[in-house]
């Protein structure tokens, strides 16, 4: 079956530009999420769907960070405005059942 | 808050020396998972541990979560180079069971042919 898909995999904005990142998890996935990842560090969940209802967005940071699952499929994360802490890998992953989570590639981001 | 601790951080071995690496959570946790990602790659998931004292294997990795269900280890038998990245585990964030995962820190471990 296909994985996690996630484009782009590179980005560098500078601070304070706009940038969103696009997710097409699994066919048949419901649950969705979104982790960032900074460097030597382990994902720290961003927010969580349930297909297209959010189920946690805790720790989302709600001034700059929004997400979308439109339809219950793909997702896109977008940050606006960018500051120089979101340099990071945001994974995007799913899960048919709420056990095991299969991550895309990643987008890695550098604000510069 | 909630926390996830992993030790040892960084781990370097001979090919064919044993590993282990040691997670504790702050909290008693429902199930804990365990990761592993490949330098460059992404997050990859090994196994799932749900009841106190359970030990799995897979071929050379034994998995086992605590009594207390607060701890779990991660051992490799003979390690090879295809072992090398980083292992992390991860639990239901605040106890609850909706998926959404808090990780640790991660142990990376490199090896040496």
């Known amino acids: 079956e296909a994985g996690v898909a996630q484009s782009p995999r590179y980005k560098i904005i500078e601070k304070r530009q706009s940038v969103a990142f696009w997710c097409n998890p699994i066919s048949g996935h419901a649950t969705l999420y979104w982790y960032q990842q900074i460097l030597g560090q382990g994902p720290k969940l961003l927010i969580q769907f349930q297909n297209n209802g959010v189920v946690d967005d805790s720790q989302l940071p709600k001034d700059r960070f929004s997400a979308e699952r439109l339809k219950g499929v793909d997702s896109t994360l977008k940050i606006q405005p960018a500051k120089l802490e979101d340099s990071a890998v945001y994974l995007c992953a799913s899960s048919f059942r709420i056990t095991e989570a299969f991550f895309g590639q990643g987008t890695r981001l550098t604000v510069v | 808050g909630q926390q996830v601790m992993q030790i040892p951080q960084y781990q370097h071995v001979q090919e064919g020396e044993d590993f282990t690496t040691y997670c504790n959570s702050s909290?008693?946790?429902?199930?804990i998972q365990w990761y592993k990602q490949r330098p460059g790659g992404h997050p990859v998931f090994l196994i799932q541990l749900v009841k106190s004292g359970e030990v799995k294997k897979q071929k050379r990795l034994t998995f086992q979560f605590g009594e207390a269900k607060k701890n779990s280890s991660l051992h490799i038998t003979a390690t090879q180079t295809t072992d090398v990245g980083t292992y992390f585990c991860a639990g239901p964030i605040n106890g609850g069971s909706q998926g959404n995962l808090i990780f640790g820190k991660g142990t990376k471990l490199s090896v040496k042919p």
């Open positions: 909290t008693t946790l429902s199930n």
